[in-house]
């Protein structure tokens, strides 16, 4: 049973995600401990605090940092509640430093981009693993201490943090760490993890590629007509593998799945629909974004593609369901992360004349 009452917090990879919500979990008062390996943002945010700010503002929030070789430290004091927020590539080491810190109660959260919960739990147990999803949380560390969430956030108008158990029943420390979460942005547990899980992977499949290889914003992939087919032709690729596998996605955007398929095959009413409601949500956008892929290649960093687009490929052309286009995007962002070509909307060309069957 999860520690309701001050659970000592463990945020493994305090960067864009994890920095914003320990930081904000500190704000609120909880017994959290950021845990890194950038030296220099560890000791930032040790010496001045960690700066988090939105479109409405900011602040700076006093707030514990370990260096990743402090861990150790748990031995004294174990880790009740254990979010991972490292790329996907970093699920399984990271998994495999904190089993031996748990409480006897405690339980590991992925709130990570992708699909990472069977991987923990091969670690550290069914029975420890939970997953929750950031939807269109859309924040960025821009240097050592310093957090800036391009959206506004959610609060009564949309659900941020979805929280869910494996098996998909609904449990006290399921509801228990979706109140802590509210301390950050709006939260909910949900029944159906999966489904939310792969409309998240929607919404980023049909982003991440886009941006990543052509360096654009979100604002400029919405303002485009070309780019903005592409990505609604990504979103039918990644829903048609989703339903194969079984999965009841929920909304992608506030939109039902069984919408977006329609605008892939470019039926004209579907995609007006879709066009309006994707203006609608981009509302609380207020500031261009380039996502986590295209940040990361801004600075020289590997990226999540193989876990975005390079998933969707993978597991459609397991079942026989091909996602052409999220496999071409996926190549194009490795050719620019091994330096074979460089961003620009010209590496869209070839996919951009293609239509989907």
């Known amino acids: 049973m999860l520690k309701l009452s001050n659970p000592h917090i463990a945020v493994l990879g305090a960067g864009a995600v994890g920095g914003y919500v320990g930081g904000q979990l500190a704000h609120a008062g909880y017994h959290v401990d950021l845990v890194d390996t950038w030296a220099d943002h560890v000791d930032h945010i040790n010496a001045k605090g960690i700066h988090l700010s939105d479109p409405t503002g900011g602040r700076s929030i006093k707030a514990r940092a370990l260096h990743i ?124 993890l999966w489904g939310e899980r792969w409309a998240k992977l929607v919404t980023n499949s049909m982003h991440h590629g886009i941006l990543g290889a052509a360096g654009i914003s979100d604002h400029a992939l919405m303002n485009n007509p070309q780019t903005r087919e592409l990505a609604i032709r990504c979103a039918g690729e990644a829903i048609r593998v989703a339903q194969a596998l079984g999965h009841d996605l929920e909304p992608i955007l506030r939109m039902s799945p069984a ?34 892929v295209g940040h990361d290649l801004k600075h020289g960093r590997r990226t999540e593609i193989d876990w975005t687009c390079g998933y969707v490929a993978k597991k459609g052309a397991a079942i026989g369901r091909p996602a052409p286009t999220q496999a071409a995007l996926a190549d194009l962002v490795r050719s620019v992360e091994r330096g074979e070509i460089t961003q620009g909307l010209a590496n869209l060309d070839a996919l951009l004349i293609e239509r989907s069957p």
């Open 259 to 292: 919408l977006w398929e329609d605008a892939s095959r470019g039926r004209p009413v579907a995609v007006k629909a879709i066009e309006e409601g994707w203006l609608k949500w981009m509302e609380r956008s207020k500031e261009p974004h380039f996502g986590s």
């Open 69 to 192: 070789h402090e861990v150790q430290q748990f031995m004294r004091d174990r880790v009740d509640l254990a979010f991972i927020c490292t790329k996907s590539y970093d699920s399984a080491w990271m998994a495999r430093m904190i089993r031996p810190y748990l409480s006897e109660g405690g339980c590991v959260v992925s709130l990570q981009n992708s699909i990472n919960e069977g991987e923990i739990a091969r670690i550290v147990g069914d029975e420890r693993t939970l997953g929750c999803i950031a939807s269109t949380i859309s924040v960025m560390l821009l240097k050592p201490g310093c957090i800036h969430r391009a959206r506004t956030p959610g609060g009564e108008n949309y659900t941020v943090f979805r929280v869910g158990e494996l098996h998909g029943r609904i449990t006290p420390r399921a509801a228990a760490i979706a109140d802590i979460l509210a301390s950050v942005d709006s939260a909910k547990v949900t029944t159906n």
